[in-house]
């Protein structure tokens, strides 16, 4: 009887003791190894970041849709615009000196027997006072001995300010001179509708191809 006893007592003592040895987890199950860390599952790890996300302090560049032209800035001029500013008018052509000159021309002349009539087309080209070989004119050695002797024929000055001109009618005809004479250019138009009008044309007769307005 006093062994069994003992017998109960060793096995309770050996039960206890391997109870005392075993560490209790709370859930049964073994406890994690100490320094490691477990991480749920989906979670990312510190320090890394998901993918296309920007990271911090970046910009991500405009980008321009391909084809579209870009707006001009306020107040400026598309290069394809049109503009409106007109072209400066040409200079006026001055007046001849009167009296002999070098008789250098090259001159285009037209004479109508009316504004609307069929037009005579001369050309008038002279050196010295000579008429050249290019001229087609009826009389081109008066036109250029006329020329020599006074150029400012085919160019006269306007009639001062408080001299009247006479009203006297020549008719009909009318007349251009173009060109240039002793490098001075000249653009000058010829009527008969008035006393002043009437003496230019009888001056100019020689260069004209007719005299006094009389075709």
Not at 49 to 67: D, I
Not at 165 to 189: D, L
Request: glycine share 14%; net charge negative.
């Amino acid at each position: 009887m006093r062994k069994q006893l003992i017998s109960v007592l060793l096995a309770l003592a050996a039960t206890g003791g391997l109870a005392a040895c075993t560490p209790n987890t709370g859930t049964g199950q073994p406890s994690a190894t100490p320094g490691t860390a477990t991480g749920s599952p989906g979670t990312s790890s510190p320090g890394t970041s998901s993918p296309g996300a920007s990271s911090p302090g970046t910009e991500t560049p405009a980008t321009e849709t391909p084809g579209t032209p870009s707006s001009p800035a306020p107040g400026s001029t598309p290069p394809d615009a049109e503009t409106t500013v007109p072209a400066p008018a040409p200079p006026a052509a001055s007046p001849l000196p009167s009296g002999p000159g070098a008789g250098d021309a090259e001159l285009s002349i037209t004479v109508k027997a009316s504004k609307d009539g069929k037009a005579a087309n001369y050309t008038l080209v002279c050196k010295g006072g000579a008429a050249m070989a290019e001229s087609q004119h009826p009389n081109a050695a008066a036109a250029c001995t006329s020329l020599k002797d006074n150029a400012a024929i085919v160019n006269p000055a306007a009639p001062p300010k408080g001299i009247s001109c006479t009203q006297q009618y020549g008719g009909p005809q009318v007349a251009t001179v173009t060109g240039e004479v002793n490098g001075t250019p000249v653009e000058t138009s010829f009527a008969l509708r008035d006393g002043c009008q009437i003496g230019a044309w009888n001056a100019a007769k020689d260069i004209l191809g007719a005299a006094g307005g009389a075709l």
